[in-house]
């Protein structure tokens, strides 16, 4: 049995429909993915047909907590899948569209130590199936209560690493293009910097965006902060992310998390802008959601600002992220780490933001 009815081909849903006229799996598809039902709710079917796929299509999610903030514009939700792992989904409206964040894996192997789920340690990949569930889940959400919504955007920022689990995130991304009918154009994947990964992504067919959570210019903190730079350093991380832009042309995104005296100091700010301006990348800026697990805050708001105001003025377009949902834990990793996973904070802050004062 499949982990989640997603994970179905049009040929295994062929199989579980044998004896049935043809024309059941192009009813049963559209079902799925075009209205987002249940099999007990496709009125197409036969009564016992829909009992009878209700047992051998399962779904991967079960709920486990779901939060609301932001005036109903954010919701958060906690699963548990069949195997006891659990993974986050958030899906946040804007004025102009409608963003679902999703897992690629039960917690992460990165080793970020200021990200919650990083402090929690890795528990498996997730399946295309339980990726795709989550979109769809956030799909029907949206298009619920008293102003419905269509789902625009999906972005792989939720827990683990996109890159990690490229096969499955990438047929995923397929499935999600081709049978959710969202364009590729408005698809992202967050990356720590696994280099293979960006260059499989630049030969692939489809023009989906790259976002690169760096957080520090330099190795020396870059290894610190995200250890997989020690494999990867920023060297051959921006000649992949060359590779990428010359061969999609869409725009590059960096991710920075702002930590109060460790990544937001002017020196900082000119390192990211001369990386910013080589490969022509826009800079979203991420206050630092506070994590149980890390002993340092997230930098204050003057100093956002301070930071977001120097790399303009070195011409980079640069952006603050508003925190969506902070009173729900919607920092990726932290509902899970408040309803069962227990962090483990590190051994101390990074050697070289302990050794540096502020400019």
Same mark, same amino acid.
């Given at each position: 049995?499949?982990?989640?009815?997603?994970?179905?081909?049009?040929?295994?849903?062929? !199989?579980?429909?044998? !004896?049935?006229?043809?024309?059941?799996?192009?009813?049963?598809?559209?079902?799925?993915?075009?209205?987002?039902?249940?099999?007990?709710?496709?009125?197409?079917?036969?009564?016992?047909?829909?009992?009878?796929?209700?047992?051998?299509?399962?779904?991967?999610?079960?709920?486990?907590?779901?939060?609301?903030?932001?005036?109903?514009?954010?919701?958060?939700?906690?699963?548990?899948?069949?195997?006891?792992?659990?993974?986050?989904?958030?899906?946040?409206?804007?004025?102009?569209?409608?963003?679902?964040?999703? +897992?690629?894996? %039960?917690?992460? $192997?990165?080793?970020?130590? =200021?990200? %919650?789920?990083?402090?929690?340690? =890795?528990?498996?990949?997730?399946?295309?199936?339980?990726?795709?569930?989550?979109?769809?889940?956030?799909?029907?959400?949206?298009?619920? !209560?008293?102003?419905?919504?269509?789902?625009?955007?999906?972005?792989?920022?939720?827990?683990?690493?996109?890159?990690?689990?490229?096969?499955?995130?990438?047929?995923?991304?397929?499935?999600?293009?081709?049978d959710l009918g969202l364009s590729a154009r408005h698809l992202t994947v967050s990356t720590v910097g696994i280099v293979p990964g960006i260059r499989r992504m630049a030969a692939e067919d489809l023009p989906v965006n790259?976002?690169?959570?760096?957080?520090?210019?330099?190795?020396?903190? *870059?290894?610190?902060?995200?250890?997989?730079? #020690?494999?990867?350093?920023? +060297?051959?991380?921006?000649?992949?992310?060359?590779?990428?832009?010359?061969?999609?042309? *869409?725009?590059?995104? =960096?991710?920075?998390?702002?930590?109060?005296?460790?990544?937001?100091?002017?020196?900082?700010?000119?390192?990211?802008?001369?990386?910013?301006?080589?490969?022509?990348?826009?800079?979203?800026?991420?206050?630092?959601? %506070?994590?149980? !697990?890390?002993?340092?805050?997230? +930098?204050?708001?003057? #100093?956002?600002? %301070? =930071? *977001?105001?120097?790399?303009?003025?070195?011409?980079?377009?640069?952006?603050?992220?508003?925190?969506?949902?902070?009173?729900?834990?919607?920092?990726?990793?932290?509902?899970? $780490?408040?309803?069962?996973?227990?962090?483990?904070?590190?051994? #101390? #802050?990074?050697? *070289?933001?302990?050794?540096?004062?502020?400019?």
């Amino acid at each position: 049995m499949p982990a989640s009815r997603f994970d179905l081909s049009r040929d295994d849903l062929a !199989g579980l429909l044998e !004896g049935e006229p043809r024309y059941r799996v192009e009813q049963v598809w559209t079902a799925l993915y075009a209205h987002h039902l249940e099999p007990g709710e496709m009125t197409t079917l036969p009564k016992a047909l829909r009992a009878r796929l209700t047992e051998v299509m399962p779904c991967a999610l079960s709920p486990v907590a779901e939060s609301v903030s932001d005036d109903g514009d954010t919701v958060k939700w906690l699963w548990a899948l069949a195997d006891g792992a659990s993974i986050e989904t958030v899906l946040m409206h804007y004025p102009d569209r409608s963003t679902a964040c999703v +897992s690629t894996q %039960a917690g992460c $192997a990165m080793a970020c130590g =200021f990200c %919650a789920t990083g402090q929690a340690g =890795f528990e498996r990949n997730l399946s295309v199936g339980e990726i795709v569930e989550q979109v769809v889940r956030a799909s029907r959400r949206a298009g619920e !209560g008293p102003t419905p919504r269509r789902l625009s955007n999906v972005v792989f920022m939720g827990m683990g690493e996109p890159l990690a689990n490229y096969d499955r995130v990438w047929a995923a991304i397929r499935r999600i293009h081709a049978d959710l009918g969202l364009s590729a154009r408005h698809l992202t994947v967050s990356t720590v910097g696994i280099v293979p990964g960006i260059r499989r992504m630049a030969a692939e067919d489809l023009p989906v965006n790259l976002a690169v959570s760096l957080h520090a210019a330099n190795d020396v903190l *870059r290894d610190e902060l995200v250890p997989i730079n #020690r494999r990867y350093p920023l +060297s051959e991380l921006y000649a992949a992310c060359e590779d990428h832009l010359r061969s999609k042309n *869409r725009r590059l995104s =960096f991710e920075w998390a702002l930590i109060d005296g460790v990544n937001d100091r002017r020196t900082d700010a000119e390192e990211l802008a001369a990386a910013a301006r080589r490969l022509r990348a826009h800079v979203n800026l991420i206050p630092l959601n %506070a994590t149980p !697990g890390w002993p340092t805050a997230g +930098s204050p708001p003057e #100093r956002v600002e %301070a =930071f *977001r105001d120097r790399l303009r003025s070195l011409g980079v377009n640069a952006t603050v992220r508003a925190n969506r949902g902070t009173e729900i834990d919607a920092a990726c990793g932290q509902l899970r $780490a408040e309803h069962q996973v227990t962090l483990t904070a590190p051994s #101390r #802050r990074p050697a *070289r933001a302990a050794r540096a004062g502020r400019p």
